[in-house]
């Protein structure tokens, strides 16, 4: 019999990675500014000026320093 619960689970986007830099840091939250001018607070451990990456509000570690491009189709 299938797992109906893990089914469901598997209807519902993914959460994105998204990679920005800190601007800020207060009591383990850190506001991150995104590529195209978005800013979104994520916890853990970072510093003011370092790049990384964040998943559902937490971030998952440091990101390289690459010059952001955009291209359209």
């Given at each position: 019999?299938?797992?109906?619960?893990?089914?469901?689970?598997?209807?519902?986007?993914?959460?994105?990675?998204?990679?920005?830099?800190?601007?800020?840091?207060?009591?383990?939250?850190?506001?991150?500014?995104?590529?195209?001018?978005?800013?979104?607070?994520?916890?853990g451990q970072a510093t003011v000026g370092q790049r990384?990456?964040?998943?559902?509000?937490?971030?998952?570690?440091?990101?390289?320093?690459?010059?952001?491009?955009?291209?359209?189709?």
């Open positions: 019999m299938p797992n109906i619960y893990r089914q469901f689970l598997d209807l519902l986007p993914k959460r994105p990675l998204q990679s920005g830099e800190v601007t800020a840091v207060d009591a383990g939250v850190a506001t991150i500014m995104l590529p195209g001018g978005g800013v979104i607070q994520a916890r990384v990456f964040v998943r559902d509000g937490v971030i998952d570690g440091p990101a390289p320093a690459l010059t952001y491009v955009e291209g359209e189709a």
